[in-house]
């Protein structure tokens, strides 16, 4: 009797550790929104808030290499990952840009430092301005930690989603990420003298022991209308001092 049992016994135990995770997740990010340096576009906050399946816990990874295909590792909730399948990026940009908002909320602007994405490969000066991140005061966190712990997430969604044309394929290569102060875009397209830019140095292994990637935020810059073709906000610097490489001028002048 007990013999007649075991087929189905068998089936029954394999049955129940092959059983597949379902991932109704998908990948709508892109959304229509005016730039604003005080505001945020709350249509795109709700595709960002949206609700998604519960998932079991687990380590935060990042990629090892380039691309949302990359291999993932372990980094110990040190890093905003972007790992493995299609659509891997639109998590991890939803849960930065929530945490961007909630620290802007608490701390306002003084935490906030303004994010431009650079290829030599490109143009040898222009640097292409990417959304803003956030830091909480009070924390192991500062603003090159901060980049540091999103670069990865950062470079993808610019080279991928935002500025293709000028920042992916063969320009992908050599980029870099650098910092401005924050809500300071319209001052750096003037090119005011305090809108210098700090190259972002380092790599996730320069992570303090108490930085924790909940800590920071990343808010990502959105292209509307001619933006998607001509591209957005962009500005000229020197690529040694960050400096800007022309003269000021004021809004209702020419560039």
């Known amino acids: ?20 995770e379902a991932n109704s997740f998908t ?6 929104s005016s730039r604003s340096t005080i505001s ?32 993932a590792v372990s980094t110990n909730d040190k890093v905003r990952s972007v790992s493995g399948h299609a659509g891997s990026g639109e998590k991890p940009l939803r849960i930065g840009a929530n945490t961007f908002d909630a620290i802007r909320k608490d701390h306002g602007s ?21 959304g803003k991140i956030a830091v909480r005061p009070g ?11 999103q670069k990865r997430l950062i470079f993808e969604y610019a080279k ?16 870099e990420l650098w910092l401005a102060p924050g809500d300071s875009e319209m001052d750096a397209v003037q090119n005011k003298p305090h809108t210098i ?17 909940k800590d920071v935020g990343y808010n990502p810059e959105i ?27 004021e809004v209702n002048q020419s560039m």
């Not at 830019?197 to 990637?213: N, P």
Request: positive net charge.
């Open 139 to 149: 924390t192991a966190a500062t603003a090159q930690q901060a980049a540091l712990s």
């Open 27 to 32: 990948t709508t990010l892109l959304t229509s």
């Open 223 to 249: 292209y509307v209308g001619d933006e998607v073709e001509k591209g957005g906000l962009r500005i000229k610097r020197d690529p040694l001092t960050g400096k800007p490489i022309k003269p000021v001028f």
């Open 1 to 20: 009797m007990i013999s007649s049992f075991l087929p189905s016994i068998i089936v029954v135990l394999a049955l129940s550790y092959s059983w597949p």
């Open 197 to 213: 830019l700090i190259k972002v140095e380092g790599t996730t292994s320069d992570l303090l022991e108490d930085f924790s990637v």
């Open 110 to 130: 003084e935490c906030t430092h303004d994010v431009y994405c650079y290829s030599p490969l490109d143009d040898e000066e222009t640097f292409w301005f990417v």
């Open 160 to 175: 991928r989603e935002l500025r293709p044309q000028n920042l992916g394929g063969k320009y992908s290569t050599a980029l």
């Open 40 to 71: 945020y576009p709350s249509l795109y906050r709700h595709i960002l808030c949206a609700a998604k399946p519960a998932k079991k816990n687990k380590k935060s990874k990042t990629s090892v290499g380039t691309g949302f295909g990359s291999k």
